[in-house]
C-alpha cells in the first residue's frame, strides 16, 4: 500500500462531526474557508489530499444548509444540523453521556432518552450522504469518533460494497461501565458495520472485544471478529500521532526561537517555566495539576518568581453547565494561588482561558523547561507528542499522566498518577531538577518513537490493515475453484 504522501489508488471518504474548515469573516465583510485547528485534521488532511477525496462534517453553525465545495485541496459535504440536533445529538448524547461513561472520570453521564432519539436521527443523516457520494465498490470510507458509532452498520446497510474503517479517539471503557448505557448493544452493532475499528490503545480494544461477546453474541480470535452472518471483521490499536517533521521543522525557524526567547522575557525570564496545555475539560486533570504547584509553593519547595506556571486552556462547550462550573472553579483555584504567592507584576500563575495558532505553540514549547500533561483519562493526548516533536534542542522534561495513550509510547517521561497528589508533586520536582544530560537522553528517545511512529505512519497503518480485511473478505467470498 502506498504512503499518504503518495496518490492512493482508491478515494478516501473520511467522515468526521466537524468539517476540516472554518469560515472565516473578514475585514471586508467577505467570508472565507480556512483550515481548523487541531489534531485530528492534521491527522487526515493528507490522506483526503492525496486520494482525491471526500470529507463529509458538520460545518459548525445549527440551521446552516451549504451545497457540496473544494476548500483547501478536498472536497467537502456538509451535513446540516438544527439547533436542537446540536443540543441533544452533540451537547446531549455525545458529551453528555458518552463522554463522561467513555472516560469514567469526574463526569455522570446522564441517560436521555431524547437524546439517543437525535443521536440516532443525525446518524443517520451522515450515513446518508456518504452513501450518496462515495464511488464505486471499494471506495474507503473511513468514519471518525465517538459521536458516529452507528454509522458503519448503518452505512453498510445501503451500501455493502464499501470499504469502511471506524476509528476511536477516546477511551472504551471496560465492561462494567459501558454496560450502564441503555443503548450498549445498539453502538456495538452500529460499530460492527466496519470492516476494521481502530483504537489509540490496546485494552481498549480489548474493552470493546468483551463488550461485543457480551451484547451482541459475536466470536472473538484475538483481534479478529466473527459475526453470526458470516462475515469477519478486526478491532486493533492503531495509536495516533503527530506530524514530527513539520513541528520538528517550525520549532527551528528563527522567528520561533526569537518568540521563544520573547516569551521568557516576557514572563521576567524565570529560572524555570512550568507550562500547561489543555481543552479546558474535566478529564484533562487541570485541578489536580494546580492543586499540587500550588502545594508546592506553600511548602516552599518551590518558589515565585523564579518558578512560573503557564497554564493554557482553551475554550470548551462552553454552553454546556458542567464545563462553566469548571472554569468557574479554575479561575478561582488560579486566583487563590496568584492571591498568595505572586508579586506585583511577577505572578506565580499565567492563565491563558484562549487558543494560539501552532505558530505560537511551537514557541511556549521551546520556551518550557517542564510541560505537564496529567489527564485524568486520555485517549492520547497529543500535546505530549508535539512538545517532543518541537525539542529540537535535546532539552525539556515531560511530566506525563499514566492515564494518557501517550505513556505507552513516551516511556521515558516522568510518568505520574495525577490522582496521587504527592506523587505528582515529587515528579514535578525531578523534571525540574533532573540533570541535563539525562534530561537530553530522555528527550533523545522519544524524539526518536516520535519521528519514527509519526501521523503519516498511523494512517497508513491503519488503512493499509483496512485493505487487508477487505481483501481477505473478498477471498473468503470468491467462488472455490472447480
Request: a negative charge; proline letters at 6%; charged letters at 25%.
Amino acid at each position: 500500500m502506498r504512503g499518504v504522501a503518495g496518490t492512493r489508488e482508491t478515494p478516501v471518504v473520511v467522515v468526521a462531526n466537524r468539517l476540516p474548515v472554518d469560515q472565516v469573516t473578514l475585514g471586508d465583510g467577505s467570508t472565507e474557508w480556512r483550515p481548523s485547528p487541531g489534531g485530528l485534521v492534521a491527522a487526515l488532511e493528507p490522506v483526503v489530499q492525496s486520494s482525491g477525496g471526500t470529507w463529509v462534517g458538520w460545518p459548525g453553525a445549527p440551521d446552516t444548509e451549504l451545497d457540496p465545495f473544494d476548500a483547501d485541496g478536498m472536497h467537502v459535504v456538509p451535513v446540516a444540523l438544527s439547533a436542537e440536533e446540536v443540543a441533544e445529538y452533540y451537547e446531549g448524547f455525545s458529551n453528555g453521556t458518552l463522554w463522561p461513561l467513555y472516560h469514567d472520570v469526574t463526569g455522570e453521564p446522564v441517560f436521555e432518552r431524547r437524546w439517543w432519539d437525535a443521536y440516532r436521527t443525525v446518524n443517520q443523516r451522515f450515513a446518508d450522504a456518504v452513501a450518496e457520494v462515495a464511488d464505486g465498490p471499494g471506495t474507503v470510507v473511513w468514519v471518525q469518533d465517538y459521536q458516529l458509532q452507528l454509522v458503519p452498520d448503518m452505512l453498510r446497510r445501503r451500501r455493502p460494497d464499501l470499504r469502511i474503517g471506524f476509528f476511536d479517539h477516546i477511551p472504551f471503557p471496560g465492561w462494567e461501565i459501558y454496560a450502564r448505557l441503555p443503548w450498549r448493544k445498539q453502538i456495538i452493532d452500529g460499530l460492527l458495520g466496519a470492516d476494521l475499528i481502530g483504537f489509540q490503545r490496546g485494552g481498549d480494544a480489548a474493552n470493546f472485544l468483551r463488550a461485543a461477546r457480551s451484547t451482541s453474541g459475536v466470536v472473538t480470535r484475538g483481534s479478529v471478529i466473527e459475526r453470526g452472518d458470516g462475515r469477519q471483521l478486526r478491532a486493533a490499536a492503531f495509536p495516533i500521532s503527530v506530524d514530527a517533521a513539520a513541528l520538528d521543522e517550525l520549532s527551528r525557524r528563527p522567528e520561533t526561537l526569537a518568540r521563544a526567547a520573547e516569551l521568557r522575557r516576557d514572563l521576567g525570564n524565570p529560572t524555570t517555566i512550568v507550562l500547561g496545555v489543555d481543552r479546558l475539560d474535566y478529564t484533562k486533570g487541570i485541578l489536580h495539576r494546580l492543586r499540587a504547584y500550588g502545594e508546592l509553593l506553600d511548602e516552599g519547595r518551590l518558589g515565585a518568581p523564579d518558578v512560573v506556571l503557564v497554564q493554557v486552556a482553551s475554550p470548551s462547550r462552553e454552553r454546556v453547565e458542567e464545563y462553566q462550573r469548571l472554569r468557574d472553579e479554575v479561575e478561582v483555584t488560579v486566583g487563590r494561588i496568584n492571591g498568595d504567592h505572586s508579586a506585583v507584576g511577577h505572578p506565580a500563575v499565567h492563565y491563558l482561558h484562549q487558543t494560539f495558532p501552532k505558530e505560537e505553540m511551537a514557541a511556549l514549547y521551546l520556551a518550557a523547561d517542564v510541560l505537564l500533561v496529567t489527564p485524568l483519562r486520555d485517549g492520547m493526548n497529543l500535546v505530549a507528542k508535539e512538545y517532543v516533536a518541537c525539542r529540537h534542542d535535546e532539552r525539556g522534561s515531560l511530566v506525563l499522566s499514566e492515564f494518557a495513550g501517550a505513556a505507552d509510547e513516551l516511556r521515558q517521561a516522568f510518568l505520574v498518577n495525577p490522582w496521587d497528589i504527592d506523587g505528582l508533586k515529587d515528579a514535578v520536582l525531578r523534571a525540574i531538577a533532573v540533570a541535563p544530560a539525562e534530561a537530553a537522553r530522555r528527550m533523545r528517545a522519544m524524539r526518536r518513537r516520535v519521528s519514527e511512529f509519526d501521523v503519516h505512519r498511523w494512517a497508513s497503518a491503519f488503512l493499509g490493515g483496512l485493505e487487508m480485511v477487505a481483501e481477505s473478505k473478498a477471498e473468503r467470498a470468491a467462488p472455490a475453484p472447480g
